[in-house]
């Protein structure tokens, strides 16, 4: 009888490339959901899925927000007619689950930071260290939510449905993410401390910063319609502003084209958000996410 080896410790694009199939290894995690014998694993890289070989769902339920090792035959997901992988999924025979941290009985005592604190380096910062950040909320998207303080913006994506609105005031704890457009707080937990008028926009494009790209923040800027559609519960603009043209998007039940005829002159306030995790520079993609149809007041 032989010990059992080290184990491989796959990296994101090992993972979900499938390069590792029928390997002995170990992926590190918090397990933020679980359907029957399946978790979804917060990795370093991202969510996955793993199928528990030999695992029951109460056993694992009870270790759901939990940080994880788990150590096993990895085996990869993939279409037999194909051959394709299925990005995303793995499983793992006859795992062994150690468990690294638990999660903390009061969410809230976490300890708080800054947005801009969450960009500066901390030597004692962990990939899966809660933080708790207060802020303002300045809008609310599906999923995704948007929180400035002092002047920063933050995106926060809550773990269960909320009822928050812009403008409410917030304690947001969650896992920060700082390699997108902006910092973001995944698998988060919010509770409403109060509400408050909306912080005032700052002008776009900044002719005193113009290299300035402020993701998830709030900004004004006056645009030509060049188009307008309807797409699922959100009206799209289409807008040129100089040279640039970018697309705005309000959920609402008005018919915007009754009110907004094309090569309209138009000022907007919004959010600015930059589309994806990649930001190389001010000439990035990005999209203005409007509270209301009172955020398109009509110049022309």
Do not use: C
């Amino acid at each position: 009888r032989g010990e059992l080896p080290e184990p491989a410790r796959p990296n994101w694009n090992q993972l979900i490339s499938g390069s590792l199939d029928s390997q002995y290894a170990e992926v590190r995690g918090i397990i933020t959901a679980v359907s029957s014998n399946t978790v979804t694993l917060l990795t370093d890289g991202g969510k996955i899925n793993v199928q528990m070989h030999n695992t029951g769902e109460n056993t694992l339920r009870r270790l759901q927000n939990t940080l994880v090792r788990i150590r096993g035959l990895l085996l990869a997901e993939w279409d037999p007619l194909t051959r394709q992988v299925r990005v995303g999924e793995i499983k793992i025979h006859n795992p062994v689950i150690e468990v690294e941290q638990l999660p903390a009985v009061e969410p809230f005592s976490a300890p708080g930071k800054t947005i801009a604190d969450l960009l500066r380096f901390d030597l004692h910062a962990s990939g899966f260290q809660r933080v708790k950040v207060s802020g303002q909320v300045v809008h609310v998207g599906s999923g995704e939510i948007f929180l400035m303080q002092a002047g920063k913006g933050l995106r926060f994506r809550p773990v269960a449905a909320t009822d928050l609105q812009p403008g409410d005031l917030v304690d947001v704890v969650g896992i920060p993410d700082v390699s997108g457009p902006s910092p973001l707080l995944h698998e988060a937990v919010v509770r409403k401390t109060g509400s408050a008028p909306l912080p005032a926009p700052r002008p776009w494009p900044d002719t005193n910063n113009p290299t300035a790209v402020p993701d998830a923040d709030r900004i004004q800027t006056e645009a030509r319609l060049i188009g307008l559609h309807h797409t699922g519960p959100d009206w799209v603009l289409e807008l040129q502003t100089g040279l640039r043209t970018y697309r705005a998007l309000v959920n609402t039940t008005e018919n915007l084209a009754n009110d907004l005829p094309l090569d309209s002159r138009l000022r907007l306030v919004g959010v600015y958000a930059t589309p994806g995790q990649d930001q190389k520079s001010n000439l990035a993609a990005f999209e203005l996410l409007l509270n209301s149809p009172r955020d398109i007041p009509l110049l022309e």
